[in-house]
C-alpha cells in the first residue's frame, strides 16, 4: 500500500498544479463566502456577549464547602 505522499509524487505535474490550484479556489471562495455572509447577516456584538455571559453563569455552580485550614 503506498502512502498519500508516494501516491501525490506520482501523479503528473500538471495534475498536481491543479489539484493545488483547486485547493487554492475552495479556500478564497469559502474565504469571500463567510465575509459575505458577515455582511450579510451582522452580529449584535452586546447582545450576543450577554447571551454568552447568561449561559456561562446559568453553568457555574458553587462547590466551595466550609473547610478550616491552618497554616503550618
Known sequence: ???F???YKSLPPRT???LGLGGIAVAL??????DWLEKKFPVDSQA????A???LSSQ?????QNINVKNK
Do not use: A, F, L, P
Not at 29 to 34: A, E, F, K, M
Not at 48 to 51: A, D, F, L, S, V
Open 5 to 7: 505522499w508516494v501516491s
Open 16 to 18: 498536481r498544479v491543479y
Open 53 to 55: 455571559s447568561n449561559n
Open 29 to 34: 471562495t469559502g474565504h469571500y463566502v463567510s
Open 48 to 51: 450576543t456577549e450577554r447571551n
Open 60 to 64: 457555574i455552580t458553587n462547590t466551595s
Open 1 to 3: 500500500m503506498k502512502s
